[in-house]
């Protein structure tokens, strides 16, 4: 049985202090400091250019922070590059990331990680266990437009693909989830799909960094908001005690006339 529950984990899972980071000149992160722990979502919020997706991507091991400190799990950890951070359990996803068009749903939630038959796991591919565990899994995350394991992704709604995604994400082990923006360009019931899969993974104990400039996807499913300006953290709030429009006007407060 593959690792899908990684329990509520008392320790942060990764926390960053004080990262700066800069591309050439230009400063984009000035001091981040932001603790994910299990079972919970944070969302990272802010303006265009605010250094949302930087900060995602110093943790998706994609860029190295100029300054600060990464721990994971406790550990200072230098993430070096995705790979790195992937074995540490850090999964990026991305909207068309290593999802095949013309492979079954069932092949592709297996992909690179198939069952096999035999004591080894050296012999045919169990196709039957492997339909029918995508079966269930899907058919927990209520995507009820799917009528067969084995449609062809190509067929999945822009929603449905992230949903998929997500989901494989968190059956295969992983133990947070960097998510941006992927609401973008989907209709709000596909964006549903999104959300529950989402809060599935937060329920699984999980720690989701979510990156949406759409509050109202935003809010329902975040535990904690993070409010980034010009590379900084201007607020960070619980989800419950703050509205939408309060929000708003955090992020991208009235023009003072003073
Ligand atoms: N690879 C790069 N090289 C140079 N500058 C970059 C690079 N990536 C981003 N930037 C700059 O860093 C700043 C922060 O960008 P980032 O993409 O992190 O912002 P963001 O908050 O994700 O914005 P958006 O909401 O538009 O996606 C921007 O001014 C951007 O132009
Ligand atoms: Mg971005």
Same mark, same amino acid.
């Given at each position: 049985?593959?690792?899908?529950?990684?329990?509520?984990?008392?320790?942060?899972?990764?926390?960053?202090?004080?990262?700066?980071?800069?591309?050439?000149?230009?400063?984009?992160?000035?001091?981040?400091?932001?603790?994910?722990?299990?079972?919970?979502?944070?969302?990272?919020?802010?303006?265009?250019?605010?250094?949302?997706?930087?900060?995602?991507?110093?943790?998706?091991?994609?860029?190295?922070?100029?300054?600060?400190?990464?721990?994971?799990?406790?550990? =200072?950890?230098?993430?070096?590059?995705?790979?790195?951070?992937?074995?540490?359990?850090?999964e990026?996803?991305?909207?068309?990331?290593?999802?095949?068009?013309?492979?079954?749903?069932?092949?592709?939630?297996?992909?690179?990680?198939?069952?096999?038959?035999?004591?080894?796991?050296?012999?045919?591919?169990?196709?039957?266990?492997?339909?029918?565990?995508?079966?269930?899994?899907?058919?927990?995350?209520?995507?009820?437009?799917?009528?067969?394991?084995?449609?062809?992704?190509?067929?999945?709604?822009?929603?449905?693909?992230?949903?998929?995604?997500?989901?494989?994400a968190?059956?295969?082990?992983a133990?947070v989830l960097l998510l941006?923006? =992927?609401?973008?360009?989907?209709?709000?019931?596909?964006?549903?799909?999104?959300?529950?899969?989402?809060?599935?993974a937060?329920?699984?104990?999980l720690?989701v960094?979510?990156?949406?400039?759409?509050?109202?996807?935003?809010?329902?499913?975040?535990?904690?908001?993070?409010?980034?300006?010009?590379?900084?953290?201007?607020?960070?709030?619980?989800?419950?005690?703050?509205?939408?429009?309060?929000?708003?006007?955090?992020?991208?407060?009235?023009?003072?006339?003073?």
């Open positions: 049985m593959a690792n899908r529950s990684v329990g509520v984990s008392p320790l942060p899972l990764v926390e960053l202090l004080h990262i700066v980071h800069r591309y050439g000149e230009t400063e984009v992160l000035s001091d981040v400091s932001l603790t994910l722990s299990g079972g919970e979502v944070i969302g990272l919020v802010g303006d265009n250019g605010s250094g949302k997706s930087t900060l995602l991507k110093i943790i998706a091991g994609y860029h190295q922070p100029t300054s600060g400190v990464v721990r994971v799990l406790g550990r =200072p950890t230098t993430l070096r590059n995705a790979g790195q951070s992937r074995a540490l359990g850090i990026p996803v991305y909207q068309d990331l290593a999802i095949l068009d013309d492979l079954s749903l069932w092949r592709n939630f297996f992909l690179g990680k198939e069952r096999r038959r035999g004591r080894f796991g050296l012999g045919l591919l169990n196709a039957r266990w492997m339909r029918k565990e995508c079966e269930t899994r899907l058919r927990e995350l209520g995507l009820s437009r799917i009528q067969s394991v084995e449609m062809p992704a190509r067929l999945l709604s822009g929603g449905e693909r992230q949903a998929l995604a997500v989901t494989r968190v059956y295969f082990g133990k941006d923006e =992927p609401t973008a360009s989907l209709s709000a019931r596909e964006a549903g799909n999104v959300l529950q899969a989402i809060s599935a937060r329920q699984r104990g720690s960094l979510y990156i949406d400039h759409n509050l109202h996807h935003v809010l329902p499913v975040a535990d904690r908001v993070v409010v980034l300006e010009h590379g900084r953290v201007v607020s960070e709030l619980r989800a419950s005690q703050v509205t939408e429009d309060e929000l708003q006007r955090l992020i991208a407060p009235p023009l003072s006339h003073t």
